[in-house]
C-alpha cells in the first residue's frame, strides 16, 4: 500500500485529461536581504523531512553500456521498494523510459509525474503516456515545477541536460532555494571526471567544500539511505546575512568590543 498522504497529493494533481494544458509557473527568484521569495520557499523543504517524491535526471539515450540501463531498473525497483513516487522528464525513450516503466510496475501511474516543456513533446514522447503529464511552456518553468514537486533528487548517466538540471539544483541548494538532498548513482563510474572536477574547485577556492554536499553511490540502496540521512549545511545567503548583522552599515564589524585605553571613549 503507497503512503495514504502521498497518494492524496497525487490524486490532486491534474488529470491526464488536461495534460495538454500549459502550466504556468514562475522559476524562483533571487531573494531580497538574505529572505526567501514566496516562490523559492516552494521549492525548498524542511530540513530532515520525509523522503516521498524523487526527481531523477538521466538521458533519452541508453549510452553505450547495458550497466546504465541496469542502473535506472535498479533505481526504479528500489524506488518501489521504498513507496517512493516519481518525477521526471516526461519522456518514454532512453533510461527515462526505463525508470518510468519500472516505476510505474510497481507503483501504478498515478504515482509519476512527468514534466515537459510544450516545444519538446513531439521530440520526447514515443508510444504510451505514462504517469501523470503536466506540461509548462519552458525550459524554466519546467525545472521549477520539478523542483517544486520532489523531496529530493538523484542523477543518472545522461548528456548537457542532465548535467544542466543536476547543476542547477546544486547551485539552488548552496545559495539556499531549497535544502532537499540531491544525489548521484556512480553507475559504471559515469560521474567520476564531474566528482573529480567538484573536488578539484574545492581545492582551487571557487566552492566551500561545506557546499560540496552532493551524495554518491553507485548503489540505489545505499544512496537513498544517504539521502534519507542528510542534513543540509548553512547556506550562502544565510552566511550573508549573519555577516551583515555581524557587520555595521559600512560594513565595519561591531561585534567585537573594544579593549584598547585608546577605543575607549573619553567621559
Known sequence: MFPARL???????????????????????????????????????????????????????????PEYAQAATALGRCMVDEKLGL??????????????????????????????????????????????????????????????????????????????ELLEVITWQQLGFHNKPIGVLNANGFFDPLLHFFTHSVQEGFIRQQHNTVIVSADPAELIRKMREFKPSKSLLQMMSEQAARDGPDGISVAEKSTSAQDRPVL
Not at 519522456?91 to 512527468?114: P, Q, S
Not at 509548462?136 to 548535467?163: E, Q, S, V, Y
Open 7 to 65: 497518494s492524496a497529493k497525487l490524486r490532486s494533481r491534474p488529470s491526464l485529461e488536461h495534460r495538454g494544458r500549459s502550466v504556468r509557473h514562475t522559476p524562483p527568484r533571487l531573494p531580497a536581504h538574505g529572505k526567501m521569495s514566496a516562490t523559492m520557499a516552494e521549492t525548498g523543504s524542511e530540513a530532515g523531512s520525509e523522503l516521498r517524491r524523487l526527481c531523477v535526471f538521466c538521458g533519452s539515450s541508453m549510452g553505450t553500456k
Open 87 to 164: 518525477v521526471y522528464g516526461g519522456g518514454t525513450i532512453g533510461l527515462m523510459g526505463v525508470i518510468a516503466k519500472t516505476v510505474l510496475e510497481g507503483l501504478g501511474g498515478e504515482n509519476i509525474i512527468g514534466v515537459i516543456p510544450e516545444s519538446l513533446k513531439p521530440k520526447e514522447l514515443s508510444g504510451e503516456m505514462i504517469g501523470q503529464l503536466e506540461v509548462t511552456p519552458d525550459m524554466h518553468t519546467r525545472k521549477a515545477l520539478m523542483a517544486r514537486k520532489a523531496d529530493g533528487f538523484i542523477a543518472m548517466p545522461g548528456g548537457f541536460g542532465t548535467l544542466e
